[in-house]
């Protein structure tokens, strides 16, 4: 039977200085329970869920409560909700076998139509961009204040906005694109949002009210 988890948390808070952590392999590192800590504060559910059930040892996180509170939510409802739409699709695709077959003909000439025009065209992927820009902005949407440090996580790569709230960061030459969560860096206020390197302007960034983060051992429960 297929071992499913059903509940994340942190049973036992650390209370060890993440800002004084020093930083190796892209996490800090915790020199009291020699661990790195991996931060998940811009870590979807989907992206939590799966490094915690690869890892082949505990795991030390750090995230806000709500983000705990969401992974409850996506654990127990949204799985529920998958399997009605496991469901609906089983009926729809049932439904779909009479149309299929009888547009065979016109489907067979319409292959052979796109099987050409496939051959003309050019598959490569485009080229990820050297500059990325974009506006943080307040909840009301207005621009935010300038000066503010928005930064690609895990590098050295950061940029401060303008007055209208506009950063820019120049990619340096051996850019590694793996790197794709931006970040804003301020004791007051957070922000975050993946990187898409298709295309320099990215969407905006919207200021959020400082969370406080928790941080320790990831405990899971599973079925």
């Keep these: 039977m297929k071992t499913t988890i059903t509940n994340i948390s942190i049973a036992e808070p650390c209370s060890q200085n993440w800002e004084l952590m020093e ?12 661990k790195c800590v991996i ?77 050409v025009l496939k051959k003309n065209t050019n598959d490569a992927k485009p080229e990820p961009v050297k500059v990325i820009y974009g506006y943080v902005i307040k909840e009301n949407k207005q621009p935010a204040l300038a000066g503010i440090r928005v930064a690609i996580a895990n590098t050295r790569m950061f940029a401060f906005t303008d007055a209208k709230g506009r950063y820019e960061i120049k990619l340096d030459k051996g850019f590694d694109y793996k790197n794709n969560n931006l970040i804003v860096e301020n004791t007051k206020d957070r922000s975050a949002l993946k990187i898409d390197y298709s295309i320099s302007k990215q969407r905006d960034m919207i200021l959020m009210a400082y969370e406080p983060m928790i941080m320790g051992k990831m405990i899971m429960k599973t079925n």
Excluded at 23 to 34: I, L, P, Q, V, Y
Excluded at 95 to 114: D, P
């Design 23 to 34: 930083k190796r392999d892209g996490h800090h590192f915790c020199e009291t329970c020699s």
């Design 39 to 115: 931060d998940f504060s811009t870590y979807t559910n989907a992206e939590i869920i799966k490094t915690l059930a690869s890892a082949n040892s505990e795991v030390c996180g750090r995230m806000s409560q709500n983000q705990l509170n969401q992974l409850s939510y996506h654990l127990v409802v949204a799985p529920t909700q998958r399997n009605w739409m496991k469901y609906l699709g089983a009926l729809t695709i049932g439904a779909s076998i009479f149309l299929q077959q009888s547009q065979v003909f016109a489907s067979t000439k319409t292959e052979t139509t796109l099987s």
